[in-house]
């Protein structure tokens, strides 16, 4: 980066890993308390799984369709993972019927069974287990989204839950849950996806709205920390695209080839 003389991409890069690493040194002592606001998608899990219970359908669940555990939406994925487990704990301890729809990448599927497994038994009801409640519909989009959308109308849905790596394919099932009047709780951070869920979910999901509900879910201090890292040097990039705006405007020339500043 020096080299090729990106001088201030190299400072905002040292920023946020100090800013980073200052916030993970804050969670592992104990010292992050609540960083993260309630969001009211995560409330209302809670919600939709009572309303579960009392119409006897199912809770329909997945980390999206694209889910993998590798590349580009690896962190959507273990976003998603965190919400799935989280809904998957409130339905076993409110007794309601909870389905996870598999994303087309068949290395997840092991991890979501064991999720299942592992929160039948934390929760003291290991009888709740069912591996047939770990739905695999094939290895591509139409067979995903026909596999989806035939379970959901022919099983009944109470609740449909669609946070992480999503695609246009979850759109053919969340209109069959809408016709059995679910709620929708949904979103991705692929911002070209985020259409469906402003029009479809009851409570959508926008971006990296996802990571913060992961983040939520997750209960865990550690991954908050990361988040709030991110948010902070955010709010550094604004400051600093306004401050350029403003010198723009003034005449100052702040840019040359290369990407390196002029002051």
């Not at 001088?7 to 104990?30: N, P, R, S």
């Not at 959901?152 to 449909?160: E, I, W």
Request: glycine share 10%; charged share 15%; aromatic share 8%.
């Amino acid at each position: 980066m020096l080299r090729t003389g990106k001088i201030v991409e190299l400072l905002f890069l040292l920023i946020a890993a100090v800013l980073t690493f200052f916030y993970l040194y804050l969670a592992m002592k104990g010292k992050l308390k609540d960083p993260i606001r309630m969001l009211p998608q995560i409330e209302a899990i809670s919600d939709g799984v009572d309303k579960a219970v009392e119409e006897g359908k199912y809770v329909y669940v997945t980390p999206g369709n694209v889910a993998y555990l590798s590349g580009q939406y690896s962190t959507m994925t273990i976003a998603g993972m965190n919400v799935l487990r989280y809904t998957a704990r409130l339905c076993v301890r409110k007794g309601a019927k909870v389905r996870f729809m598999a994303p087309q990448n068949a290395e997840t599927v092991p991890l979501i069974d064991g999720i299942f497994k592992e929160v039948c038994v934390a929760e003291g009801h290991p009888e709740a287990y069912n591996r047939d409640e770990v739905r695999y519909y094939g290895a591509s989009e139409a067979s995903w989204a026909t596999g989806a959308g035939a379970d959901v109308a022919s099983s009944g849905a109470s609740l449909v839950i669609l946070a992480g790596a999503c695609s246009s394919s979850e759109n053919t099932m969340q209109e069959e849950a809408l016709l059995q009047n679910a709620l929708i709780i949904g979103g991705t951070p692929r911002y070209t996806m985020n259409h469906a869920y402003a029009i479809m979910a009851d409570y959508p999901l926008f971006c990296d709205d996802v990571y913060a509900a992961g983040a939520i879910t997750s209960g865990d201090p550690v991954v908050q920390s990361s988040l709030l890292a991110g948010d902070v040097a955010k709010l550094g990039l604004i400051v600093a695209l306004v401050l350029l705006l403003v010198l723009t405007a003034a005449g100052v020339s702040t840019y040359q080839k290369g990407g390196l500043l002029n002051l």
